[in-house]
C-alpha cells in the first residue's frame, strides 16, 4: 500500500473528546532508513532500535520539554546498549551496540540481558535535567517495558505499539491522563480498540485510515502533524573538545601509535581524522589565553 506523502516522518496527536485519554501515531520514514543505512545492523537489532526511535519520537510529544530526550537501554545482553535521542526541534538520532550472535525472534529479555531502562529529559540550559530508571525485568517487548516505566515513574496508564522495519518505524500510544472524573470504561475500550491494530498495518496505513479504523465510534479530535527528520549533532568541533578532554600525553600517545587519531561518530558513522599537525594546533589554540572582545 502506498502511503501518502504527508503521512511520512510525521506525528499526529489526538485527543478523545470530553475524556481523559490522548493518543499519538507517528511514521518515521527518511529519518529511519537514514539511521540504518549508516550500520549494518542485524535484524533483530535493527528492529529493536527502530521500535526505540518510535517510542522516542512519542514521548517527546507526550513530556513537552524544550531542549530533548534521550532513552538508552544498557544491559548484559547481545545489545548491551542503545541510544536514541530527540530535540525539541524534531530531529532523531539513534545507535547501538551488540555482539554476536544476536538471536532471531528472541523477546526483548533475551537480546538485552539484565538491563535497565533510562529515560533523560532536558529542559535547557538554565533548568535541571530529570532522568528516571527502571530495570528491565522480564519483558518481551520494549512497548511493554515503557509502560512498565510509565506506570513506576510516572504513575500514568500507557500503551504502546511499536514496530519497525528496514523501511519504516512507527508507533501509536495511548495514555490516561489524570482526572477528577477519570471513566475506567473509555479507558478499556479505547485499548481494547487499539490491541486490534496489526503490526502491518501500523507500518503500511495512512494515519487517518487507521484512526477511523480504530475509533470511528469514538470522538477524536486530530492536532496538526508534526515533521520529524534525522539529524546528527556530532561535528569536528564538539570532537576536538573530547580530544582536548583527554589531554596532550594520552592523544599523543595515541598519535604515535596509530599515526594518526581517528574518531567515529556512532550515531551517523562521519570518521573524523586528526593528523600530527592537527593535533599540534589543537592543544596549541587550547594553551592561548583568552583575549577579551574590545569595544568600540
Not at 550500520?39 to 526505540?52: C, E, F, I, T
Not at 534521550?70 to 535521542?85: A, E, F, H, K, R
Not at 596549541?284 to 574590545?294: G, I
Amino acid at each position: 500500500m502506498k502511503t501518502p506523502v504527508r503521512d511520512r516522518d510525521v506525528l499526529v496527536r489526538f485527543l478523545f473528546e470530553h475524556t481523559h485519554v490522548r493518543g499519538e501515531l507517528v511514521h518515521l520514514d527518511a529519518s529511519w532508513r537514514a539511521v540504518v543505512e549508516r550500520h549494518p545492523y542485524p535484524a533483530p537489532v535493527r528492529a529493536l532500535l527502530g521500535q526505540a526511535m518510535a517510542a522516542a519520537a512519542l514521548l517527546i510529544a507526550t513530556v513537552k520539554v524544550e531542549e530533548g530526550l534521550t532513552l538508552q537501554i544498557q544491559g548484559s545482553g547481545p545489545v548491551n546498549l542503545l541510544v536514541v535521542q530527540v530535540t525539541g526541534g524534531r530531529t532523531l538520532r539513534g545507535m547501538a551496540q551488540w555482539r554476536d550472535p544476536v538471536p532471531a525472534d528472541a523477546p526483548l529479555s533475551a537480546l538485552v540481558g539484565e538491563a535497565r531502562l533510562a529515560m533523560t529529559l532536558d529542559s535547557g540550559p538554565d533548568r535541571d535535567s530529570y532522568q528516571g530508571i527502571v530495570g528491565l525485568a522480564g519483558e518481551a517487548t520494549l512497548a511493554e517495558a515503557l509502560e512498565t516505566y510509565f506506570r513506576q515513574s510516572e504513575q500514568l496508564e500507557t500503551r504502546l505499539w511499536l514496530v519497525a522495519d528496514e523501511a519504516r518505524a512507527a508507533g501509536m500510544l495511548l495514555q490516561s491522563l489524570p482526572s477528577e472524573t477519570a471513566d475506567e470504561d473509555v479507558w478499556r475500550r479505547t485499548v481494547h480498540l487499539g490491541t486490534t491494530l496489526t503490526d502491518e498495518e501500523l507500518l503500511a496505513l495512512p494515519q487517518r485510515e487507521i484512526l477511523h479504523r480504530l475509533f470511528h465510534e469514538e470522538d477524536v479530535r486530530l492536532f496538526e502533524p508534526e515533521p520529524f527528520g534525522f539529524r546528527c549533532s556530532c561535528s569536528r568541533d564538539r570532537i576536538e573538545r573530547v580530544l582536548r578532554g583527554l589531554g596532550y600525553d594520552e592523544v599523543r600517545d595515541i598519535l604515535e601509535t596509530e599515526g594518526q587519531v581517528e574518531v567515529t561518530c556512532e550515531f551517523c558513522n562521519q570518521v573524523y581524522r586528526f593528523d600530527r599537525v592537527d593535533v599540534e594546533g589543537l592543544f596549541a589554540a587550547a594553551d592561548q589565553p583568552q583575549v577579551p572582545p574590545t569595544r568600540h
